[in-house]
């Protein structure tokens, strides 16, 4: 292949995580992620999540509009992996360690109508939807000290963990800081000690500023060319989605405010419109490439612990979109090392170019 790639990439957030990029290894015979079946119904009579069935889950905790014609409701999950119901001590017997399970789990129905997808809700439902997250974190973090963290997700598909079709994404606040967060933040906060700005917005200027050309020392062809722009996928007034450098997934994007902000809870409600047309292109660019994909995406802000304020300057929120299209090996899940056959590079062109 005139074009292989086969080259170690360094997470430069987090060093200790590597990618292969391997594009040779797309050639394989492999099964890929099935894509996800597109249930297209407004509603479905058995579904708990569609308007009408309100009784079929928890009472809500809020719903927007108020009023029997909401456009989103948050409950409690029925099935949480944490709750505040109980309470116990916390217990160390030699090594081991047990922190209570304190913390709650919620869930946001981010839209009435069963199988709309993401790209095609409007940009006002998806700033009403961010708003809530939003609203919903600050609430959680006023009710109970003990929470470090509140992390919001969206699981579209069965590989993706979705067990309900109807579109939602969870909440989950809870008394520790999820060790991939941790990581993030500690390694940012290095970078600042040393270099005296944040990585994030570091790399974004380097997208949008930085290009380079490397040279074989003997031969003098080309073997590398950066150009500006190369990673951006979209870009508005407040907001950018990159393509990172070292992507673990074949089509994972990155969403980040262009200003530097630590925590998701001091966006600007009047900038959660450029958000969420960033959000809408970026996953419309997704589906016009690899269609009804399954998809994961997190929201990472600061955590609220002690150390909150040192790491205001050094971490920057954003939000992970990290498409399914292929199934861990045994290589990865026992290396930590994460195999891409398809270059970041090619990948965000690709995108770019995508007929929205």
Same mark, same amino acid.
């Given at each position: 292949?005139a074009?292989?790639?086969?080259?170690?990439r360094?997470?430069?957030?987090?060093?200790?995580?590597?990618?292969?990029?391997?594009?040779?290894?797309?050639?394989?015979?492999?099964?890929?992620?099935?894509?996800?079946?597109?249930?297209?119904?407004k509603f479905?009579?058995?579904?708990?999540?569609?308007?009408?069935?309100e009784?079929? &889950?928890?009472?809500?905790i809020?719903?927007l509009?108020?009023g029997?014609?909401?456009?989103?409701?948050?409950?409690?999950?029925l099935?949480?992996?944490? *709750?505040d119901?109980?309470?116990? &001590?916390?217990?160390?017997?030699?090594l081991q360690?047990?922190?209570?399970?304190?913390?709650?789990?919620?869930?946001?129905?981010?839209?009435?109508?069963? *199988?709309?997808?993401?790209?095609e809700?409007?940009?006002?439902?998806?700033?009403?939807?961010?708003?809530?997250?939003?609203?919903?974190? #600050?609430?959680?973090?006023?009710?109970?000290?003990?929470?470090?963290?509140?992390?919001?997700f969206?699981?579209?598909?069965?590989?993706?963990?979705?067990?309900?079709?109807?579109?939602h994404?969870q909440?989950?606040a809870?008394?520790?800081?999820?060790?991939?967060?941790?990581?993030?933040?500690?390694?940012?906060?290095?970078?600042?000690?040393?270099?005296h700005?944040?990585?994030?917005? &570091?790399l974004?200027?380097?997208?949008?500023?930085?290009e380079a050309?490397?040279?074989?020392?003997e031969?003098?062809?080309?073997?590398?060319?950066?150009?500006?722009?190369?990673?951006?996928?979209?870009?508005?007034?407040?907001?950018?989605?990159v393509?990172?450098?070292?992507?673990r997934?074949?089509?994972?994007?990155?969403?980040l405010?262009?200003r530097? #902000?630590?925590?998701?809870?001091?966006?600007?409600?009047?900038?959660l419109?450029?958000?969420?047309?960033?959000? #809408?292109?970026t996953?419309?660019?997704?589906d016009a490439?690899?269609?009804g994909?399954?998809?994961?995406?997190?929201?990472?802000?600061?955590?609220?612990?002690?150390?909150?304020g040192?790491?205001?300057?050094?971490?920057?929120?954003?939000?992970?979109?990290c498409?399914?299209?292929?199934?861990?090996?045994g290589?990865?899940?026992?290396?930590g090392?994460?195999?891409?056959?398809?270059?970041?590079e090619?990948?965000?062109?690709?995108?770019?170019a995508?007929?929205?």
């Amino acid at each position: 292949m005139a074009n292989e790639v086969r080259e170690i990439r360094i997470n430069p957030i987090v060093p200790s995580e590597s990618v292969l990029v391997a594009t040779a290894r797309s050639m394989r015979p492999k099964k890929a992620e099935e894509l996800a079946p597109r249930d297209t119904r407004k509603f479905v009579e058995t579904c708990p999540f569609c308007v009408g069935n309100e009784d079929k &889950t928890p009472p809500a905790i809020l719903a927007l509009p108020t009023g029997d014609r909401w456009e989103l409701r948050i409950v409690e999950n029925l099935y949480p992996v944490l *709750g505040d119901n109980r309470s116990q &001590t916390n217990l160390s017997f030699g090594l081991q360690q047990i922190i209570d399970g304190y913390g709650r789990h919620e869930v946001i129905i981010d839209h009435h109508a069963h *199988g709309i997808a993401l790209h095609e809700m409007s940009v006002e439902h998806l700033a009403l939807v961010f708003g809530a997250y939003r609203s919903r974190m #600050q609430q959680l973090f006023e009710s109970n000290p003990r929470l470090k963290y509140v992390l919001v997700f969206k699981n579209f598909g069965p590989a993706a963990g979705a067990s309900i079709a109807h579109t939602h994404s969870q909440i989950i606040a809870m008394p520790v800081v999820p060790e991939n967060v941790q990581r993030e933040v500690d390694n940012s906060s290095n970078f600042f000690r040393k270099n005296h700005q944040c990585i994030f917005c &570091t790399l974004i200027d380097e997208a949008l500023t930085f290009e380079a050309t490397i040279y074989d020392r003997e031969s003098g062809t080309v073997r590398r060319k950066i150009n500006v722009g190369q990673y951006v996928v979209e870009r508005g007034e407040k907001f950018i989605a990159v393509k990172p450098f070292a992507s673990r997934f074949e089509w994972e994007v990155h969403i980040l405010p262009l200003r530097h #902000q630590s925590d998701f809870l001091d966006v600007a409600p009047e900038d959660l419109g450029d958000f969420a047309r960033v959000l #809408q292109r970026t996953m419309a660019r997704l589906d016009a490439v690899i269609g009804g994909a399954q998809y994961n995406y997190f929201l990472h802000s600061v955590p609220h612990d002690p150390q909150r304020g040192e790491h205001a300057h050094s971490y920057h929120w954003h939000l992970e979109i990290c498409p399914r299209t292929s199934i861990p090996t045994g290589f990865e899940l026992g290396s930590g090392l994460f195999v891409n056959t398809l270059s970041p590079e090619e990948a965000a062109e690709r995108l770019r170019a995508a007929e929205i």
